[in-house]
């Protein structure tokens, strides 16, 4: 007889305020900081505990649109998109216009304005406003469509989709500045999300199985994959992809829930989680901005230029500065921005 045996179960609060999905969104948001600043991060194995920032935001947005209700009126609240998420989006790439328009000239100043609308703006992760809309249109359609199919319909649907996507991509060789800006390329983690609502996260031997599975297809992707056409479309975001995802949402998640325990016995920890999940969105709007503007070589320059420190010391110290800088101008600015912007702004 199959061994059916839980050995681990998590369940999510699908009626008010859950502290863990706070949890998740200022771990995500750490993430961000981390994978934007610190350099060579793919030799820290950066896609098997920071890199899924993004899957991680998705899952959330996706959980709380898809524990409603099915039966309610679920609609896209274009009012409160528009004011809690494209604005200020917009704001930031005005500020990163502006310094373009100061920057540069001629045919380099030709070249920026071309990357900046083929890019859907700059600074590190400026698709994410898109695609977050993107999602916020898709998920009330998709919710009413996974309240009428079964789990084991859903599955098969959902990784169909996905591989189907997969090949379309890579039989018409999409560009990657498009591809960067499609919610598609997240679309197994709905049917993720889903499972967080009707099940939670079950940890069991075939959860146990699928979570080493898709980790090793982490692995794989990050540091083996040459190419995989037309199975999988090759792209610049090459662990972001509907294997990697069961680990994230699975295994990964499960693994947060016990940082999350251990942390938060601590007052002052659950209280800057609290404050970073809340002002998460606007941290990383700064940070797009921050580090989009950041004079990489200033530092070591002038410390070069002093004859302070070697040139090896130079960049070492250069990478501390600019960590710090970031991560600071980031935090308190992206809290300030948060109070003062919902202040004065009711949606």
């Known amino acids: 007889m199959e061994d059916c045996r839980v050995y681990k179960e998590v369940r999510f609060n699908l009626v008010g305020y859950d502290p863990f999905i706070d949890f998740i969104k200022a771990y995500a948001i750490i993430c961000v900081l981390i994978g934007h600043t610190i350099p060579y991060v793919d030799y820290w194995?950066?896609?098997?505990?920071?890199?899924?920032?993004?899957p991680l935001f998705v899952l959330v947005?996706?959980?709380?649109?898809?524990?409603?209700?099915?039966?309610?009126?679920?609609?896209f609240c274009l009012n409160k998109i528009v004011?809690?998420?494209?604005?200020?989006?917009?704001?930031?790439?005005?500020?990163?216009?502006?310094?373009i328009l100061c920057t540069y000239d001629g045919i380099a100043l030709h070249t920026q304005l071309v990357s900046f609308m083929k890019s859907g703006g700059k600074g590190p992760g400026s698709y994410y406003p898109w695609i977050y809309i993107q999602i916020a249109l898709l998920l009330p359609f998709i919710n009413k469509l996974m309240s009428k199919g079964t789990k084991r319909l859903l599955t098969i649907a959902s990784l169909i989709i996905c591989e189907l996507f997969e090949?379309?991509?890579?039989?018409?060789?999409?560009?990657?500045?498009?591809?960067?800006?499609?919610?598609?390329?997240y679309f197994f983690l709905f049917?993720?999300?889903?499972?967080?609502?009707?099940?939670?996260?079950?940890?069991?031997?075939l959860t146990i199985l699928l979570s080493t599975i898709s980790f090793l297809s982490i692995i794989y992707f990050e540091y083996f994959s040459i190419n995989d056409e037309i199975l999988f479309c090759n792209t610049a975001w090459k662990y972001h992809r509907w294997p990697c995802y069961y680990f994230v949402a699975m295994g990964g998640v499960l693994l947060l829930n016990y940082a999350y325990k251990f942390l938060s016995k601590t007052?002052?920890?659950?209280?800057?989680?609290?404050?970073l999940a809340k002002c998460s969105y606007e941290i990383f709007l700064i940070q797009m901005l921050v580090i989009y503007i950041?004079?990489?070589?200033?530092?070591?320059?002038?410390?070069?230029?002093?004859?302070?420190?070697?040139?090896?010391?130079?960049?070492?110290?250069?990478?501390?500065?600019?960590?710090?800088?970031?991560?600071?101008?980031s935090i308190l600015a992206g809290y300030y921005f948060n109070v003062y912007y919902n202040r004065f702004v009711k949606y």
């Open 45 to 54: 194995g950066y896609g098997l505990w920071a890199g899924m920032q993004v």
């Open 61 to 75: 947005q996706s959980f709380h649109v898809l524990k409603r209700d099915s039966s309610a009126n679920i609609t």
């Open 83 to 99: 004011w809690r998420v494209l604005i200020p989006f917009l704001f930031i790439q005005f500020i990163v216009l502006i310094f």
């Open 167 to 185: 090949i379309v991509f890579s039989l018409i060789d999409l560009p990657d500045f498009i591809y960067r800006l499609l919610a598609v390329r």
């Open 191 to 205: 049917y993720l999300a889903w499972l967080w609502v009707k099940e939670g996260i079950i940890i069991n031997r």
């Open 267 to 275: 007052v002052i920890i659950d209280k800057t989680i609290k404050k």
């Open 294 to 329: 950041y004079p990489d070589d200033m530092v070591k320059t002038i410390m070069i230029d002093m004859g302070i420190v070697s040139s090896l010391i130079a960049v070492l110290l250069a990478w501390i500065v600019k960590i710090v800088i970031v991560f600071a101008i």
